[in-house]
Every structure is written in C-alpha cells, then in structure tokens.
C-alpha cells in the first residue's frame, strides 16, 4: 500500500474511531394518538437528559396531554395535571416542587426545527433559566431568510447580558430548515427529534381553544426508552 493510501485510510477511519468512543446517546420513544416519534437526549445536557429519564422510567408521562400547541411555533407537554383533565379545562402549571439547572449549549444546540427543550417560568421570576421539572416542548417553527436572522442576530447585539451567537451552521439550518432562533440562549435545548417529525406537524396543525389547548386530546399514550444499553454505558442504572 502506497503511503497516501495509508495516509487516507489513517483520516478515514480516525472520525469512525473517534464516534465509538464518545457515549451513546438515549433515545426515547413517544406514542401518541396522532402517532409516534423518537427523540435523542443529549449528553452535554445530562442534568437535563437525567432527569427526563428517570421520568419517562417512572411512567411521569404516560396519558398526559400536549396541552399547549401553537401552530408555527412548537407543541408543549409534560403537565401531570392534564392527566384526566376536564374538557376546556386551563393547564400548564402542573409539575414536580424542583426545577432542573440551565445548560444552555449554544452554538451546538439550538432552536431548530424538532429541538426538544426545557419550559420555564419567565424571567422575572425565573432569571437564571431553570426549566420545569416535567414540562417540555418541541420546536417547529418556520424558516427565516438571512436577512430576518441578520435582524434578530442584531437585535441580540444591542443586549450584551445576553448575546447570541448566529454561526455560519444555524444561518443555514434556520433558513433550509426552520425553527425559533429568538429563543436561543433563553431555553435549554436537551434532545431533538430524530424520527417521527411529520407527527409533530400534524399535531402542532390541530386545532386549538383561546388557551391554546387543543378541541381534541392529543394524549401521549406511553414513552419508553428504545435503547437501554446506551442507559448502562453511561452510568444510568
């Protein structure tokens, strides 16, 4: 073998070698009455990635409700008190007594179409980004042109407690792709939707009451973990 072809093979196999190493990532599956979808955790958010485990091992989120849907923007769940809960009934205050720490890991995870993220309190009450102990949402968003992404990212600039970074990477990914970049830097982003993504369209396409409930239930019917290797070889008995 001539020594370019070894050298090739060397930078050919060295990223395969280097995805082996790193730590799996768990995948959880939702069944829904509108269908099914998987999401990945991450494992730079693993306060986050942890405790949305141990919640979906404890059977937290079996027959609540996705009890908040705007169309374009995201679908919301993860109420305990939505579990049964009356026709009409106004929900999205329910939850356990903790809140889960911040992990915010701009600029690799952000607010693309399909991101799984943290709900939290506002910032008055809440400045350091807690998210909920139970309450999630997945981004659906819409696509923006570079020169509405230079707007926000500018925006952004003229609050320096706060910047937020626009890289070459989320530029494109929020134009081909779609999402909600205004929120970037404000919620912790913990997973993404890696299959079952027409399933979040149809239900962030339901119609919904002034509270922004859906008229009819779209019930999450049980979440299982698909791969509980991956929960041993991080650790996560």
Same mark, same amino acid.
């Given at each position: ?24 990532? =768990? ?11 998987? =999401? ?72 693309k ?7 939290? +309190? ?12 139970s ?39 929020? +134009? ?20 079952g ?14 509270n ?7 019930v ?17 008995h």
């Amino acid at each position: 073998m001539h020594l370019f072809q070894k050298l090739l093979l060397v930078c050919l196999l060295c990223p395969l070698q280097l995805l082996a190493k790193e730590d799996p990532r =768990v995948r959880v599956r939702f069944e829904t009455s509108l269908g099914k979808f998987t =999401v990945e955790l991450y494992n730079e958010t693993p306060k986050n990635r942890d405790n949305f485990i141990s919640l979906v091992r404890n059977g937290y989120f079996k027959q609540t409700l996705f009890h908040r849907v705007i169309r374009d923007f995201m679908i919301q769940g993860g109420d305990p008190d939505s579990r049964n809960a009356a026709p009409g009934q106004r929900l999205g205050e329910g939850g356990p007594s903790y809140t889960i720490p911040a992990e915010i890991c701009l600029p690799r995870y952000f607010h693309k179409r399909g991101a799984l993220a943290a709900a939290r +309190e506002g910032d008055d009450v809440n400045p350091l980004h807690e998210g909920s102990g139970s309450q999630f949402y997945i981004v659906w968003g819409k696509t923006y042109s570079n020169e509405k992404l230079m707007e926000i990212f500018n925006a952004s600039l003229r609050n320096p407690a706060k910047p937020m970074p626009m890289t070459p990477e989320m530029m494109m990914t929020y +134009e081909k792709l779609g999402g909600t970049p205004w929120l970037d830097g404000n919620y912790t982003v913990f997973g993404q939707v890696i299959k079952g993504l027409d399933v979040i369209e149809k239900i962030q396409q339901v119609a919904t009451d002034k509270n922004d409930r859906p008229l009819t239930d779209v019930v999450v019917r049980r979440t299982y973990i698909l791969n509980p290797k991956a929960l041993r070889r991080l650790g996560l008995h």
